[in-house]
Protein backbone atom coordinates (compact mmCIF):
# COMPACT_ATOMS: atom_id res chain seq x y z
CA UNK A 1 0.00 0.00 0.00
CA UNK A 2 1.17 3.72 -1.01
CA UNK A 3 -0.13 6.79 1.50
CA UNK A 4 0.46 9.64 -0.79
CA UNK A 5 -0.60 13.09 0.92
CA UNK A 6 0.52 16.68 0.94
CA UNK A 7 3.97 15.87 -0.37
CA UNK A 8 4.58 12.72 2.31
CA UNK A 9 4.79 9.53 0.77
CA UNK A 10 5.95 5.50 2.04
CA UNK A 11 4.74 2.21 1.58
CA UNK A 12 3.29 0.08 4.24
CA UNK A 13 1.81 -3.17 4.37
CA UNK A 14 -1.44 -4.64 4.03
CA UNK A 15 -3.27 -4.30 7.41
CA UNK A 16 -1.50 -1.14 8.42
CA UNK A 17 -3.42 2.16 8.75
CA UNK A 18 -2.79 5.79 8.85
CA UNK A 19 -4.79 6.82 11.89
CA UNK A 20 -4.06 10.29 11.48
CA UNK A 21 -2.50 12.82 9.93
CA UNK A 22 -2.31 16.23 11.28
CA UNK A 23 -0.72 19.86 11.07
CA UNK A 24 -0.30 21.92 14.59
CA UNK A 25 -1.72 25.21 13.99
CA UNK A 26 0.95 26.84 16.31
CA UNK A 27 4.05 28.65 14.57
CA UNK A 28 6.05 25.15 14.52
CA UNK A 29 3.13 24.02 12.02
CA UNK A 30 4.14 20.12 12.90
CA UNK A 31 3.05 17.85 10.90
CA UNK A 32 2.49 14.53 12.40
CA UNK A 33 1.49 10.93 11.09
CA UNK A 34 0.42 7.40 12.81
CA UNK A 35 0.67 4.42 11.27
CA UNK A 36 -0.71 1.71 12.91
CA UNK A 37 0.01 -2.12 12.87
CA UNK A 38 -1.11 -5.31 14.07
CA UNK A 39 -0.48 -5.87 18.03
CA UNK A 40 -0.35 -1.86 18.62
CA UNK A 41 2.68 -1.43 16.70
CA UNK A 42 3.19 2.25 15.52
CA UNK A 43 5.34 4.12 13.85
CA UNK A 44 4.58 8.22 14.27
CA UNK A 45 6.49 10.73 11.79
CA UNK A 46 6.74 14.30 12.72
CA UNK A 47 7.94 16.96 10.31
CA UNK A 48 9.12 20.69 11.30
CA UNK A 49 11.94 22.73 10.29
CA UNK A 50 11.77 23.78 13.80
CA UNK A 51 13.52 19.61 14.41
CA UNK A 52 16.92 20.42 12.53
CA UNK A 53 18.54 21.98 16.08
CA UNK A 54 17.05 19.03 18.31
CA UNK A 55 19.11 16.39 19.41
CA UNK A 56 17.60 12.90 19.17
CA UNK A 57 19.22 11.86 22.46
CA UNK A 58 17.50 14.78 24.15
CA UNK A 59 14.08 14.21 22.19
CA UNK A 60 13.57 10.68 22.79
CA UNK A 61 14.82 11.34 26.59
CA UNK A 62 11.47 13.94 26.97
CA UNK A 63 9.54 11.23 24.88
CA UNK A 64 9.92 8.41 27.77
CA UNK A 65 9.24 11.07 30.56
CA UNK A 66 6.01 12.16 28.49
CA UNK A 67 5.33 8.32 28.15
CA UNK A 68 5.38 7.73 32.18
CA UNK A 69 3.71 10.84 33.13
CA UNK A 70 0.65 9.87 30.51
CA UNK A 71 0.53 6.33 32.39
CA UNK A 72 0.75 8.04 35.77
CA UNK A 73 -2.10 10.25 34.76
CA UNK A 74 -4.19 7.35 33.19
CA UNK A 75 -5.09 5.90 35.83
CA UNK A 76 -7.59 3.60 34.38
CA UNK A 77 -5.43 1.47 32.49
CA UNK A 78 -2.89 1.02 35.82
CA UNK A 79 -0.26 0.75 33.27
CA UNK A 80 3.30 1.42 34.88
CA UNK A 81 6.56 2.08 32.96
CA UNK A 82 10.06 0.64 34.14
CA UNK A 83 13.16 2.13 33.61
CA UNK A 84 14.54 3.23 30.14
CA UNK A 85 17.29 1.79 29.08
CA UNK A 86 18.77 3.51 25.60
CA UNK A 87 21.46 2.51 23.61
CA UNK A 88 22.44 4.03 20.05
CA UNK A 89 21.47 2.01 16.63
CA UNK A 90 21.52 3.04 13.20
CA UNK A 91 19.04 2.16 10.36
CA UNK A 92 18.14 2.83 7.33
CA UNK A 93 15.74 5.85 6.72
CA UNK A 94 14.52 7.59 3.49
CA UNK A 95 17.03 5.64 1.79
CA UNK A 96 19.80 6.87 3.77
CA UNK A 97 22.17 5.29 6.75
CA UNK A 98 20.98 7.54 10.08
CA UNK A 99 21.84 7.54 13.76
CA UNK A 100 19.04 7.06 16.54
CA UNK A 101 17.97 6.06 19.62
CA UNK A 102 16.72 2.51 20.81
CA UNK A 103 14.99 2.56 24.14
CA UNK A 104 14.05 -0.55 25.90
CA UNK A 105 11.08 -0.43 28.88
CA UNK A 106 9.05 -2.67 30.31
CA UNK A 107 5.31 -1.73 30.93
CA UNK A 108 3.23 -3.21 33.66
CA UNK A 109 -0.51 -3.47 33.68
CA UNK A 110 -2.81 -5.55 34.71
CA UNK A 111 -0.65 -7.98 36.77
CA UNK A 112 2.25 -8.63 33.40
CA UNK A 113 5.00 -7.22 32.66
CA UNK A 114 5.54 -6.43 28.52
CA UNK A 115 9.13 -5.46 27.17
CA UNK A 116 8.80 -2.90 24.60
CA UNK A 117 11.43 -1.12 22.30
CA UNK A 118 11.14 2.21 21.03
CA UNK A 119 13.32 3.54 18.43
CA UNK A 120 13.97 7.19 17.24
CA UNK A 121 15.59 8.78 14.43
CA UNK A 122 15.90 12.10 12.78
CA UNK A 123 16.08 12.64 8.79
CA UNK A 124 17.04 15.52 7.27
CA UNK A 125 14.44 15.90 4.21
CA UNK A 126 13.98 18.35 1.20
CA UNK A 127 13.70 21.66 3.56
CA UNK A 128 12.42 20.10 6.80
CA UNK A 129 13.30 17.53 9.38
CA UNK A 130 11.65 14.86 10.25
CA UNK A 131 11.78 12.85 13.69
CA UNK A 132 10.42 9.31 13.33
CA UNK A 133 9.62 6.66 16.18
CA UNK A 134 8.53 3.40 16.43
CA UNK A 135 7.51 1.59 18.98
CA UNK A 136 6.35 -2.40 19.55
CA UNK A 137 5.97 -5.06 22.33
CA UNK A 138 9.08 -7.15 22.36
CA UNK A 139 7.04 -10.46 21.52
CA UNK A 140 5.07 -8.69 18.18
CA UNK A 141 8.77 -6.80 17.56
CA UNK A 142 9.79 -9.54 14.66
CA UNK A 143 6.25 -9.24 12.87
CA UNK A 144 5.79 -5.51 13.00
CA UNK A 145 10.33 -5.01 11.63
CA UNK A 146 9.09 -5.47 8.21
CA UNK A 147 6.48 -2.69 8.42
CA UNK A 148 8.28 -0.90 10.61
CA UNK A 149 11.46 -1.05 7.72
CA UNK A 150 9.42 -0.36 4.33
CA UNK A 151 7.84 2.69 5.66
CA UNK A 152 11.20 4.21 6.83
CA UNK A 153 12.84 3.18 4.04
CA UNK A 154 10.11 4.81 1.57
CA UNK A 155 9.79 7.80 3.52
CA UNK A 156 9.52 10.80 1.38
CA UNK A 157 9.33 14.43 1.23
CA UNK A 158 8.88 17.00 -1.05
CA UNK A 159 8.37 20.76 0.09
CA UNK A 160 6.46 21.85 -2.38
CA UNK A 161 3.20 19.86 -2.75
CA UNK A 162 1.27 20.77 0.01
Do not use: C
Not at 57 to 73: G, H, L, M, T, V
Not at 127 to 155: H, N, R, Y
Amino acid sequence: MVYNKDGVSFEHPVGWKVTEDVVAQDETRMRSIDLEGPNEAVVTLMFSPFFSGQDIEKFAAAAARNRADAARANTAQQARMGPVTATPITRQVAGKENKGVSQRFVVSMLGQNLPHEARFFKAALDGTTAIIMTQVADEDAKAAEPGFAMALDTLRYHAGKR
